[in-house]
């Protein structure tokens, strides 16, 4: 079961700073998530919330910021002294730092303001930086990722859910195009879900597990990966584990 960084190894370090990505790989993350916005003249940012307001010393709306503006702000103290002087990295600072062969789940964080920019924003990124193979594009806006698969046909997208999944196969086949995953709620995952999501040849990773024990219970139900705040607290369970259950 691969083990995502959620945020980076957002337990640890500033959520979707350089420093919590660059903790989630020394972790031995598989793969890092990450969420990604538009600040006021158009530039794409990581960031999970619509405003700065908790995860800085600033107050506001991303989309009110340029990039200029938001960099002035400290995107580390909040969370510990160690971190002061940390910034909102841009996305392509991002892709500058990732080494190509970790897997790269990007949130688009879409409203009516961005939906088409940040789509072709990202897409743009993604094919100038030649980070399309090992790169996964996620929302919960299923419109956006259709957005992302026409200008990038070899792109994996995957629909995030909050809600509970009640016909699973009806979702798949409305949706019309290839899906490369599915991104469930952790309160949704039970093994009937994920035995029907891999009928239906769908890799199903599982957010946000940052509990020891439902990571077993997942790992148990055939579940792909987890997103989760402690990586190396999951991968480290996950060792254990698998060998418990090999000596049984």
């Known amino acids: 079961m691969k083990i995502f960084g959620h945020r980076g190894a957002s337990g640890y370090a500033p959520q979707?700073?350089?420093?919590?990505?660059?903790?989630?790989?020394?972790?031995?993350?598989?793969?890092?998530?990450?969420?990604?916005?538009?600040?006021?003249?158009?530039?794409?940012?990581?960031?999970?919330?619509?405003?700065?307001?908790?995860?800085?010393d600033g107050k506001g709306k991303i989309s009110d910021f340029t990039l200029s503006e938001i960099k002035k702000n400290d995107f580390g103290s909040y969370f510990s002294k160690e971190f002061k002087e940390e910034r909102i990295p841009t996305l392509?600072?991002?892709?500058?730092?990732?080494?190509?062969?970790i897997v790269l789940n990007i949130e688009l964080k879409i409203n009516d303001k961005?939906?088409?920019?940040?789509?072709?924003?990202?897409?743009?990124?993604?094919?100038r930086y030649e980070r399309v193979?090992?790169?996964?594009?996620?929302?919960?806006?299923?419109?956006?990722l259709k957005k992302i698969k026409m200008l990038i046909p070899e792109i994996k997208i995957a629909l995030l859910y909050k809600k509970c999944l009640l016909n699973i196969e009806r979702e798949i086949f409305d949706f019309g195009i290839d899906i490369y995953s599915i991104h469930i709620n952790v309160e949704c995952a039970n093994e009937n879900i994920i035995k029907e999501l891999h009928k239906n040849k769908?890799?199903?990773?599982?957010?946000?597990?940052?509990?020891?024990?439902?990571?077993?219970?997942?790992?148990?139900?055939?579940?792909?990966?987890?997103m989760t705040d402690f990586p190396i607290?999951?991968?480290?369970?996950?060792?254990?584990?698998?060998?418990?259950?090999?000596?049984?």
């Open 133 to 144: 193979e090992n790169t996964i594009v996620s929302s919960f806006t299923h419109s956006s």
């Open 202 to 226: 769908k890799i199903v990773y599982v957010w946000t597990s940052n509990d020891i024990e439902t990571t077993k219970k997942l790992f148990d139900m055939g579940a792909d990966g987890v």
């Open 92 to 101: 392509s600072e991002v892709l500058e730092f990732l080494p190509k062969d």
């Open 16 to 56: 979707n700073t350089i420093s919590s990505l660059r903790l989630a790989l020394d972790q031995g993350s598989d793969g890092i998530e990450l969420d990604v916005q538009l600040t006021k003249d158009n530039e794409v940012v990581v960031c999970h919330d619509w405003t700065i307001d908790k995860v800085s």
């Open 114 to 127: 961005n939906k088409d920019n940040l789509v072709e924003k990202v897409a743009k990124l993604l094919l």
């Open 233 to 248: 607290d999951m991968k480290k369970t996950l060792r254990k584990y698998s060998v418990e259950k090999q000596n049984i």
